[in-house]
Nanobody, 117 residues
Framework: QVQLVESGGGSVQPGGSLRLSCAPS??????????RDWYRQAPGKQRELVAR???????NYADSVKGRFTISRDNAKNTVYLQMNSLKPEDTAVYYC?????????WGQGTQDTVSS
């Protein structure tokens, strides 16, 4: 059974940076999937897709984070990162990673990011 584990969250002031990590645990064929999605869910809001990296390395971002967030991957570690710069209070949320559809549904506990002065 595969599970994705998110880490790296914390509390920062506006303008600060955080780097999130998404690593798989367990065993199974899903470990071969290198593509990942990063989602976030703020209190009282629906979960939204923030960034995506495909197996080929192409990236896509939500308009709200373009130019501030960068998704990347370490193939040797099968780990995906989300570098978040110039953070704003509206970036406060629990961040999750998952495999893209149709392999989705393996996100972990998420990591809480709080941006506040």
């Amino acid at each position: 059974q595969v599970q994705l584990v998110e880490s790296g969250g914390g509390s920062v002031q506006p303008g600060g940076s955080l780097r999130l990590s998404c690593a798989p645990s367990g065993t199974g064929t899903l470990l071969r999937i290198s593509a990942r999605d990063w989602y976030r869910q703020a209190p009282g809001k629906q979960r939204e897709l923030v960034a995506r990296i495909t197996s080929g390395g192409s990236t896509n971002y939500a308009d709200s984070v373009k130019g501030r967030f960068t998704i990347s991957r370490d193939n040797a570690k099968n780990t995906v990162y989300l570098q978040m710069n110039s953070l704003k209070p509206e970036d406060t949320a629990v961040y999750y990673c998952d495999f893209p559809r149709p392999y989705n549904g393996y996100w972990g506990q998420g990591t809480q990011d709080t941006v506040s002065s």
